[in-house]
């Protein structure tokens, strides 16, 4: 069993910054890519930002500049970095990861965590 647990979100006023992290736990063999997507009301879900094992970023357009994904490898965790929030980045923000288990350590499966809201108020 694998989970990942998301942690940090909250309320924040337009401007302020908030950490998002995301903690994987189980029998876990190897973590790959990592990632951070969001989904605001009535969207659909969209990627925010990727990152590798060996810390290669991807970006969606509209978070460049504004976004810093990171990860710790030995704490098996990804954090997202988020400043100057705008109201129109509310949103239940998930991260991924493409996770092998000591069961199965040559296939890789992506699981999602639960998220974590956002909210920013103008």
């Known amino acids: 069993q694998v989970q990942l647990v998301e942690s940090g979100g909250g309320c924040v006023q337009a401007g302020g910054s908030l950490r998002l992290s995301c903690a994987a736990s189980?029998?876990?063999?190897?973590?790959?890519?990592m990632g951070w997507y969001r989904q605001a009301p009535g969207q659909q879900r969209e990627l925010v930002a990727i990152?590798?094992?060996?810390?290669?970023?991807n970006y969606a357009d509209s978070v460049k500049g504004q976004c810093t994904i990171s990860r710790d490898n030995a704490k098996n965790t990804v954090y997202l970095q988020m400043s100057s929030l705008k109201p129109e980045d509310t949103a239940v923000y998930y991260c991924?990861?493409?996770?092998?288990?000591?069961?199965?350590?040559?296939?890789?499966?992506?699981?999602w965590g639960k998220g974590t809201l956002v909210t920013v108020s103008s």
């Open positions: 991924n990861a493409d996770i092998s288990t000591i069961a199965t350590p040559r296939y890789g499966l992506t699981y």
């Open positions: 189980g029998s876990i063999f190897s973590i790959y890519d």
């Open positions: 990152i590798t094992r060996t810390n290669t970023t």
